[in-house]
């Protein structure tokens, strides 16, 4: 019986030890464990894989259909583009409408842009990462209390799931790209579309 208690002793004393090593104070938060180059890395992976370019980057015709016109990736709505009338009859019946670019977009809330998200000031160059948290997971335009919401297209109500290391990859990511000067319109109210 002396034996029994004296190996479950060892081994209680062997598991508390692993705890304890498992949890010491040498843990690092997540997304610091990863060297910038990692974080910038994985960024673009997510960014590719959660359909950003789908809606932020202009598109040109290429042999297999519209393409990411990669000079302006991630650049948004071309504030070059003029804006066309939108018949509203076919919102009221249900549809949204989108530009041949996926950049714009009308629906019942009115017409929608999308963002500038590159490293340029006129994108999110000068934003705080709190700005770009705040912008994704809480749904904030510019990351800013008191701003408006994002508006749809943005499925903000997804990202706002991203872990940590997420949403530090995507902004260390979006922070290294290429800027492209590019200010996108402001939203237009429904009344305004016609």
Known sequence: MKKIIGLCSAVAIVAIAILVSCNSGSSKPAGNELSKDSLIKRGEYLVTITGCDDCHS??????????????????????RDTFPSVDTNIIKKGWALTNMQLTGWAGPWGASFTANITSDE???GNWSYAQFKKAITEGKWKGMDGNRPLMPPMPWQNYKHFTETYLQSI?????STKPVKNVEPAIKPFSDLN
């Open 171 to 175: 902004f260390a990511f979006l922070q």
């Open 58 to 79: 202009p598109k040109k015709m290429g042999p297999r259909g519209p393409e990411i016109d990669m000079e302006r990736r991630l650049s948004g709505y071309d504030m």
């Open 122 to 124: 006129t994108g999110i």
